[in-house]
Nanobody
Framework: QVQLVESGGGLVQPGGSLRLSCAASGFTFSRFVMSWYRQAPGKERELVAGISSVGGSPSYADSVKGRFTISRDNAKNTVYLQMNSLKPEDTAVYYC???????????WGQGTQVTVSS
């Protein structure tokens, strides 16, 4: 079965760092564009970062540029989100999304909570 499992979330102080991981299985990972979304309480789900199927063309929401880095390791079927200089407004549930190239299948992970607070 197709699975996307996020990990690495937790509680961190403002200015701290976390690295989120999303482990994929049950599909051909290297054919999928990968992205991270987040949803804060009372807010719309928003795109945070995306990366091409071969690991190029990373893109970021303006709110995280210069602080977050998306990467992927196709040999490990895993996509990462390195989060530095975290702010309280980064608090949200973070979701991993897989989109097959040329608008094929879409898969979502279950989400992992990130809380930035003193």
């Amino acid at each position: 079965q197709v699975q996307l499992v996020e990990s690495g979330g937790g509680l961190v102080q403002p200015g701290g760092s976390l690295r989120l991981s999303c482990a994929a299985s049950g599909f051909t990972f290297s054919r999928f564009v990968m992205s991270w979304y987040r949803q804060a309480p009372g807010k719309e789900r928003e795109l945070v970062a995306g990366i091409s199927s071969v690991g190029g063309s990373p893109s970021y929401a303006d709110s995280v540029k210069g602080r977050f880095t998306i990467s992927r390791d196709n040999a490990k079927n895993t996509v990462y989100l390195q989060m530095n200089s975290l702010k309280p407004e980064d608090t949200a549930v973070y979701y991993c999304k897989a989109l097959q190239s040329l608008y094929g299948s879409v898969y979502w992970g279950q989400g992992t909570q990130v809380t930035v607070s003193s």
